[in-house]
């Protein structure tokens, strides 16, 4: 024979338990930042904002990377600057070993692999396979600057050879070397 108190104790278990359970899995999502939500370069090279006073991203930098040698090479500075000011923009990136300055138009976007926007290091500063830490960038439209660390590639891979400082000159001494 049952009891109903115990039918009743069983059933107010049961919910006890489910709540439990309930309450622990929605804990997990509480304290778990879901990696869609975090915001990383999803490409070889790096990513830095310049805010303006309303905490709107007015210059962005996105991809960048140094193509070079080896350190004491030349390197070449590729990726893409966006200005979404209204106003033209001075942006200067202060590398540990010079300064690069480049001129990004209101609400345009200036893309370094271009030849018309080459930007050249006249030192890469690091090995390929490293980084350039605390890059300075700031621009002459907002107050703000920022530090980011960019990395330096070679001419491993096929995309980014074309982009070697001095690729014509070596290859043409290399041709000019094997003809004697």
């Keep these: 024979m049952k009891f109903p108190a115990s039918l009743t104790l069983k059933r107010v278990a049961a919910s006890a338990l489910i709540g439990v359970a309930a309450l622990g899995t929605s804990a997990c999502g509480y304290i778990y930042q879901q990696p869609t939500t975090i915001i990383y370069s999803a490409s070889d090279g790096q990513r830095a904002n310049l805010l303006d006073e309303k905490q709107k991203e007015v210059i962005q930098l996105r991809n960048i990377m140094v193509i070079a040698q080896d350190a004491d090479s030349a390197g070449r500075l590729l990726g893409t600057v966006l200005n979404q000011g209204e106003k033209d923009a001075t942006v200067t990136l202060a590398f540990p070993q010079e300064t690069l300055t480049l001129e990004v138009p209101a609400g345009k976007e200036i893309r370094l692999e271009e030849e018309a926007n080459e930007l ?61």
């Design 120 to 180: 050249l290091l006249e030192k890469a500063g690091a090995a390929p396979g490293l980084l350039l830490e605390n890059v300075k960038v700031s621009a002459d439209t907002v107050s703000e600057t920022t530090s980011f660390n960019v990395p330096v590639l070679d001419g491993a891979l096929e995309e980014y050879a074309p982009y070697l400082p001095n690729l014509a000159s070596a290859s043409a001494s290399a041709s000019s070397n094997t003809n004697h």
